[in-house]
């Protein structure tokens, strides 16, 4: 099944756990240059990203074949309230707008336009009801961590810890890496979960014309031989590309894709192909709303 949780629709992010430095092995030699990664923030400044995701999931069991698909295009703001002496920002998260449609074989395609659409169909009123409302009010340290939050809307999949790309304590050179944990809850066949432990690697790849770019990719610590285990974690994968702009001090770009395949997930003979595509850009401060033309995009 595609997991479309409330909080990947509304523009939650990365893992929970404070950034690591990058590691001793991957120190530049002396005299390399170095970038310091940090976010900038004004008070007043109100921050829009158009978040596009897509996931298809095609799953055979018993020589019974389903799809399922998945499309959303959400506005996902910030609107900055204060920046103290030290650069932390306090800032209030919410989505403006939504407009998604979810597809199963055998089913009628269900769509919902949060611009456009007065009543919700069965099944999006989680969503509707958190749209245009602010979901959380957070302080933000200049490399990324949630240092304090105050819930405004209670979510049944609740928003991750971190918001936005996790940035190293120390300036970097290209090519430098560092790593912050992951870990992915699992539900157990038996009853109960399990958490596997992962950790998302970021590496700095190149720096041109003032915007970095840096590679994500999510790896897997803990071996696992369960198929039924498997089938969860590629949904929880992250790998990519974000491009961060050093003079702003904001990420202004992402692209993540994820293509696997396992199989015997459910018995032998049984498979599940997973793919999904999640992109972000940041829209210029005078938009308030990115759907106009690119609506079209969900209607075809």
Known sequence: MIRLSLALVLGACLATTPVMSASAGDKPAAGTK????????????????EVEHRAKVRSTIQGTTQTADTLSLS???????????????????????????????????????????????????????????PLATLTLDPRGTVTKREEKYVQATPMQENVTLPLPEKAVAVGERWYMPADITVTL???????????????????????????????VLTPVNDPALEAQIVQSKANGTVRFDLDLGRVVGQESEVDEQVQGFQGPGSSLHYVTRLTEKLLPESAKTAFGPRANVLRQ
Not at 34 to 49: S, V
Not at 208 to 219: F, H, L, M, Y
């Open 75 to 133: 506005v996902k703001v910030w609107k900055i309230d204060s920046v103290d002496e030290q650069g932390n920002a306090e800032l209030v998260h919410s989505v403006e707008s939504v407009d998604m449609r979810q597809k199963f074989d055998g089913r009628q395609e269900v769509r919902y336009n949060s611009q456009t659409d007065k009543t919700p169909p069965a099944g999006f009123d989680g969503v509707a009801k958190a749209v245009g409302v």
């Open 189 to 219: 066949q038996q009853g109960g979960s399990k958490k596997i432990k992962a950790r998302q690697r970021f590496r700095l790849e190149e720096v041109k014309d003032g915007v970095a770019a840096i590679t994500i990719e999510t790896q």
């Open 34 to 49: 170095t970038y310091e990664l940090k976010y900038k923030f004004q008070p007043g400044e109100t921050l829009r990203w």
